[in-house]
T-cell receptor, first 112, second 114 residues
Framework: AQSVTQLDSHVSVSEGTPVLLRCNYSSSYSPSLFWYVQHPNKGLQLLLKYTSAATLVKGINGFEAEFKKSETSFHLTKPSAHMSDAAEYFCVVGGATNKLIFGTGTLLAVQP | EADIYQTPRYLVIGTGKKITLECSQTMGHDKMYWYQQDPGMELHLIHYSYGVNSTEKGDLSSESTVSRIRTEHFPLTLESARPSHTSQYLC?????????????FGQGTRLTVV
């Protein structure tokens, strides 16, 4: 069975400071992992995905994530937060039969 | 920009009415999905399809039904809407094979049953 756990339901940072959104996964085989972002009243947009080609994955808008097999983690980071980064972020694991299993989401607030 | 469209974006409807939420994609993807999302909550898979004439129940039980007569079209129907169906419904699609293929999402339909 596969599952994903987002360790923080809310994260608040100041504009210009680093962002860290934490995600741990459980998978019986080599997982596929994604981060999606959802802005208010919008659909989900893919930020980045792990394809096993490289453990450090770069995504859009300056975000990146590092796959750490030993820690079963796939944390999302950004060096400097922007006001427009305020949104809900979902860590997702590709499940059996290609189903996507979503975490509970982390709401990122960016303070001016 | 993903080419997957949902209509309507917002719908307020009375209890007992029959409704159909539309979802169409122009990417030729075989796999399509419906997710239900309550405010501030995670997404729950309620239906998915591997291709034409294929429909499967998802992880969360739902009173809705789906059909897949054409590759590009995956409508969701509620025969008799109830207030408990109030939620946001998100449609998605992806290429069929490969664990590393991401899903593309529509903008969602926010349904309110009064």
């Amino acid at each position: 069975a596969q599952s994903v756990t987002q360790l923080d339901s809310h994260v608040s940072v100041s504009e210009g400071t680093p962002v860290l959104l934490r995600c741990n996964y459980s998978s019986s085989y080599s997982p596929s992992l994604f981060w999606y972002v959802q802005h208010p009243n919008k659909g989900l947009q893919l930020l980045l995905k792990y394809t096993s080609a490289a453990t450090l994955v770069k995504g859009i808008n300056g975000f990146e994530a590092e796959f750490k097999k030993s820690e079963t983690s796939f944390h999302l980071t950004k060096p400097s937060a922007h006001m427009s980064d305020a949104a809900e972020y979902f860590c997702v694991v590709g499940g059996a039969t290609n189903k996507l299993i979503f975490g509970t989401g982390t709401l990122l607030a960016v303070q001016p | 920009e993903a080419d997957i469209y949902q209509t309507p974006r917002y719908l307020v409807i009375g209890t007992g009415k029959k409704i159909t939420l539309e979802c169409s994609q122009t990417m030729g993807h075989d796999k399509m999905y419906w997710y239900q999302q309550d405010p501030g909550m995670e997404l729950h898979l309620i239906h998915y399809s591997y291709g034409v004439n294929s429909t499967e129940k998802g992880d969360l039980s739902s009173e809705s039904t789906v059909s897949r007569i054409r590759t590009e079209h995956f409508p969701l129907t509620l025969e008799s809407a109830r207030p408990s169906h109030t939620s946001q419904y998100l449609c998605a699609s992806s290429e069929r094979w490969g664990l590393n293929t991401e899903a593309f999402f529509g903008q969602g339909t926010r349904l309110t049953v009064v």
